[in-house]
């Protein structure tokens, strides 16, 4: 059987596909491996993506397998049969984990990390590991020495955000129909923004990070990238929850995340009182976009007006001081520290020698990934994080005690002034070759509180532009409910130009195009109401005649031609 047009294809498209038989897992997973095959390398005049840095070899054998059973009448869980992309910080037990250093090429854990662990038992597919700033530091781009350096598939000069650049391009891109970031300040929603996807931070400790290389444990979750609202809250259902191994995660026990699904409505922004600033930002010639970002991230606060939200004027209150000062993050001051604790407490197989390249022998540390002496990382980066001193010490103690602060500040905030949400540009400029960042990634890095970036459309050159909202802590289905609602009603994405459908009809002789070339998608067609069983959790989808109709994940299908 073969696969169908798959750009721009999501979670609950592919259920829908996998239930109705219209497709195998076999036929999709060869299609996306057969995608990453034509355009994660240069291609035409086209540099290439360098989104993957491992496929899985095992991917097709897990396909047919999860095939087998779901002809037999067997499903492991809501993503049974989906391939998914994951950071390559997250712990595979059966591929290497990086974290974007080519040291580590041959760094094999034991077990999965927990989010793996619950992709896999809820029948996902782990189809690739997605390159990413190196040790997830830098957010403004993302570049590895194992894989070099990820391109925006909406412009491949430009820079693709980070440190979860490789995720988001591969989703944009449809090397997989969703995929796994972090973010500990702005890596989950910056990407997102700049590549037009969907991309949640989630309350922190909503989401274990056990498993996972760190950057700062004081700032790190797990969330997923995805082209859709719906296909996040299918994601958050599957990665939600108390873990023993995650301490964190306590807070999870504050909601119920059996109801993200159930929970989205296209009239959830009735009556909720949103919070939006105007702060005066200048120009910068390096950093374009800002008054096309600026009107664009209006439209879209008017949007959320148009839905029945109140808008509320909060720039006296939410300043630059309170920002920059009240919610400053701390720093990764504990980098070091935190990622040393993750070499000596998880089990795993070494790369040979690395261990001894510093004292002491034996045990592997951050300062053998350094004196390996291929680290992409700047020597100003590198110094940094050497002249830390141990922990704990006085700025880390000043660090969490400044955090605690904005915290309490963040939540009192919401209280004072009454508001369900906060709306803000996720990046009040547009990618450019070397920067794609965040603008406010202290609001939900610093605090905790759930934020999430939401396409917005795009600029005049064909940047993509996020809106990013923040929510009280724990009310993240409140979060995914408001953002579900303005999505139905703007339906800014778009699949980006340079990495259509593969014409199949002239294959090279390896087996994937030289030449792709776009071809015909199906349509999707909007509906009504949304399916009970996809609400329970089971994406659902119904045959129609001229395409498949799904529930809830509503989108017109376009081009995207800048």
């Known amino acids: 059987m073969s696969a169908p047009a798959v750009v721009d294809l999501g979670i609950a498209d592919v259920l829908a596909l996998l239930q109705s038989g219209q497709t195998t897992s076999v036929a999709l997973t060869q299609e996306y491996l057969d995608r990453i095959a034509a355009y994660d390398d240069p291609y035409g005049d086209q540099p290439g993506l360098a989104a993957i840095i491992l496929a899985n070899p095992d991917a097709l054998a897990?396909?047919?397998?999860?095939d087998a059973e779901r002809a037999a009448g067997s499903l492991r869980g809501p993503l049974h049969g989906v391939p998914i992309v994951v950071k390559d910080n997250y712990a595979t037990f059966?591929?290497?984990?990086?974290a974007g250093s080519i040291a580590l090429r041959s760094y094999q854990t034991k077990?999965?990390?927990?989010?793996?662990?619950?992709?896999?038992?809820?029948?996902?597919?782990?189809?690739a590991k997605t390159n990413m700033a190196e040790l997830a530091w830098h957010g403004t781009y993302t570049a590895s020495s194992e894989r070099g350096r990820t391109a925006n598939p909406y412009n491949q000069a430009n820079s693709a955000s980070g440190s979860s650049g490789g995720t988001a391009a591969a989703v944009a891109a449809s090397f997989g129909p969703a995929g796994l970031g972090t973010d500990s300040c702005g890596s989950i929603v910056g990407p997102s923004a700049h590549q037009s996807l969907v991309g949640y931070r989630p309350t922190m400790g909503l989401?274990?990070?056990?498993?996972?290389?760190?950057?700062?444990l004081r700032q790190d979750v797990s969330g997923p990238m995805t082209k859709t609202v719906t296909d996040a809250a299918i994601l958050m259902e599957v990665l939600a929850g108390y873990d023993p191994a995650d301490p964190q995660t306590v807070i999870a026990d504050e909601q119920d995340s059996d109801i993200y699904l159930e929970g989205l409505s296209e009239t959830a922004l009735v009556g909720k009182r949103i919070g939006y600033f105007h702060w005066t930002f200048e120009e910068d010639p390096a950093r374009p976009g800002l008054a096309e970002t600026t009107a664009l991230v209006d439209q879209a606060v008017a949007d959320l007006a148009a839905q029945g939200a109140e808008i509320v004027d909060i720039t006296d209150t939410f300043t630059r001081e309170f920002v920059s000062g009240t919610?400053?993050?701390?720093?990764?001051?504990?980098?070091?520290?935190?990622?040393?604790?993750f070499f000596a407490n998880?089990?795993?197989?070494?790369?040979?020698?690395?261990a001894e390249l510093t004292a002491p022998a034996g045990a592997l540390t951050f300062t053998d990934l350094i004196e390996d002496g291929r680290s992409s990382l700047t020597q100003g980066d590198i110094d940094y994080f050497m002249s830390a001193e141990p922990i704990p010490n006085q700025a880390w103690i000043d660090a969490g005690l400044a955090q605690q602060a904005g915290r309490a500040a963040m939540y009192q905030y919401f209280l004072d002034h009454d508001l369900d949400a906060i709306a803000m540009p996720t990046s009040a400029t547009s990618a450019t070759p070397d920067w794609a960042g965040t603008t406010f990634c202290d609001v939900g890095a610093n605090t905790g509180v759930p934020t999430v970036s939401l396409p917005a459309g795009f600029t005049s050159t064909g940047a993509a532009v996020g809106l990013e909202l923040a929510a009280p802590r724990s009310q993240?289905?409140?979060?995914?409910?408001?953002?579900?609602?303005?999505?139905?009603?703007t339906l800014h994405r778009v699949p980006p130009a340079s990495t259509p459908e593969l014409d199949h009809t002239v294959p090279s002789a390896g087996g994937t195009p030289e030449s792709p070339a776009a071809a015909p998608s199906p349509t999707l067609a909007a509906t009504g109401p949304?399916?009970?069983?996809l609400q329970a959790g089971v994406a659902a989808g119904l045959l129609a005649a001229g395409g498949i109709t799904l529930v809830v994940s509503q989108r017109r299908r376009r081009s995207h031609t800048s």
């Open 62 to 66: 897990t396909a047919a397998e999860l």
């Open 94 to 98: 059966d591929m290497p984990t990086t």
């Open 111 to 127: 077990v999965d990390s927990t989010a793996v662990e619950r992709l896999r038992a809820a029948g996902a597919i782990i189809l």
């Open 207 to 216: 989401t274990s990070v056990a498993g996972i290389v760190p950057l700062s």
């Open 327 to 341: 919610l400053a993050s701390g720093g990764w001051i504990d980098m070091r520290h935190d990622i040393d604790t």
């Open 346 to 354: 998880t089990e795993a197989e070494w790369p040979e020698g690395l």
């Open 476 to 489: 993240d289905a409140s979060l995914l409910a408001m953002s579900y609602d303005y999505e139905q009603a």
């Open 530 to 533: 949304a399916d009970a069983t």
